[in-house]
């Protein structure tokens, strides 16, 4: 299968399902998303973070060639949005704290690790 010529990782998203002749609904149910999260990286409202671009991949059944250009197109997409948020991760991480956190930089370096691993889906904090 061949990738699309659009750089940003929604349009290339809409290209793969549609040809592998998935509705969003369908490619939610394989990848075990929400057809919300569906719609919202097509439309790129949303960067994916690395977990969801292994689940994608997976559902949409990728070669390796094409796999890689779709991983490429997250990780551009992501890191732009981790610049813009003054990150150094490679998938988007929670949004820059205006009060900072003063001592947790080892609490800062484990969330970073979990969000950037398939061990958790959703970290909550207070």
Do not use: C, W
């Not at 003054?86 to 205006?98: E, N």
């Amino acid at each position: 299968m061949d990738t699309h010529n659009d750089s940003s990782f929604g349009a290339l998203l809409r290209h793969l399902r549609s040809a592998a002749g998935l509705t969003q609904e369908a490619l939610a149910e394989r990848a075990q998303l929400s057809i919300r999260g569906i719609k919202y990286l097509e439309h790129d409202d949303r960067k994916p973070y690395g977990d969801t671009v292994r689940r994608l991949a997976e559902a949409l059944g990728l070669d390796a060639d094409t796999r890689a250009s779709f991983e490429s197109a997250a990780r551009h997409g992501a890191s732009a949005a981790a610049e813009d948020s003054q990150h150094g991760s490679d998938f988007p991480m929670p949004p820059h704290l205006a009060n900072g956190l003063i001592g947790r930089e080892m609490a800062i370096a484990a969330l970073r690790e979990l969000l950037g691993s398939n061990a958790v889906r959703l970290v909550s904090l207070t």
